[in-house]
């Protein structure tokens, strides 16, 4: 059970204090009845709750899966770039809401959005071994010795070591040299593929995100696009 006006602001129909105005003027029913009370206690289980002539579903956790173009940053405010929740719709837009894990501003590709904490934290947490797959063009040569190596785990920047990482070598490109590759990783250091790309001598040219643990990115969305996650993809990457 919880106060009306709680449920409302929850849902984002306003701030506590818009919604209390709201509520004062009548436009709100619960089970069929006008209520005019902010502290109404609704069960958000089963109350049916309208506002006007819609109905409001109570729902607090909120799951996004979003395709991020390059230019923009993983953040939640900035006072210069571009941000992924400034490509938020108002009508989904929540201030609990934070990407998962960051990509960089020239990075694309999956970024899950959530105010799920538990979850995040489980999901980037290197103990959980939840892998992220990248899609990278790379210039130089990738081969099967640069394989091994992040098989084995590489030492970046000197001191800093990396759990092992599958690398696949998908096409090389002799004349150009340039190498398309994907690697899979288990945790998330800074710069990571690009300073795992590095440490074999090459440099990584374009980087995407395709896969977090059970999630994929999906194709259907275009660069800056984004959709909730259906309610499989939150059940598996529940169970990771
Ligand atoms: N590794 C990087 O170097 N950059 C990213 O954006 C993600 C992983």
Do not use: W
Not at 25 to 43: L, P, R
Not at 73 to 81: K, L, W, Y
Not at 131 to 145: C, D, L, P, R
Request: net charge neutral; proline share 2%.
């Amino acid at each position: 059970m919880m106060r009306l006006d709680k449920f409302l602001a929850d849902m984002a129909l306003g701030s506590r204090k818009e919604v209390k105005k709201i509520i004062k003027k009548g436009n709100v029913k619960v089970n069929g009845k006008i209520i005019t009370s902010d502290k109404f206690q609704v069960d958000e289980k089963c109350d049916l709750v309208f506002y006007k002539e819609e109905k409001i579903n109570y729902q607090n956790e909120f799951y996004y899966l979003m395709n991020k173009p390059q230019g923009v940053i993983t953040a939640t405010t900035d006072n210069v770039d571009q941000t992924v929740m400034d490509l938020f719709q108002d009508s989904d837009y929540r201030l609990d809401l934070f990407p998962v894990g960051r990509l960089d501003k020239d990075t694309e590709g999956l970024l899950l959005i959530t105010n799920d904490g538990p979850l995040a934290h489980h999901l980037l947490s290197p103990k959980h071994h939840v892998e992220k797959e990248y899609q990278a063009t790379v210039s130089g040569i990738m081969s099967n010795k640069d394989v091994t190596a992040f098989f084995k785990g590489l030492t970046i920047d000197g001191d800093e070591n990396c759990q092992p990482a599958r690398l696949i070598i998908d096409s090389i490109d002799k004349d150009k040299e340039i190498s398309s590759i994907r690697l899979i990783l288990q945790e998330g250091k800074y710069h990571q593929v690009k300073r795992m790309v590095k440490a074999v001598g090459k440099e990584v040219l374009n980087l995407k995100r395709l896969r977090m643990g059970s999630l994929l990115l999906d194709e259907n969305l275009d660069l800056g696009e984004y959709r909730e996650l259906t309610k499989e993809e939150i059940a598996q990457l529940k169970s990771l």
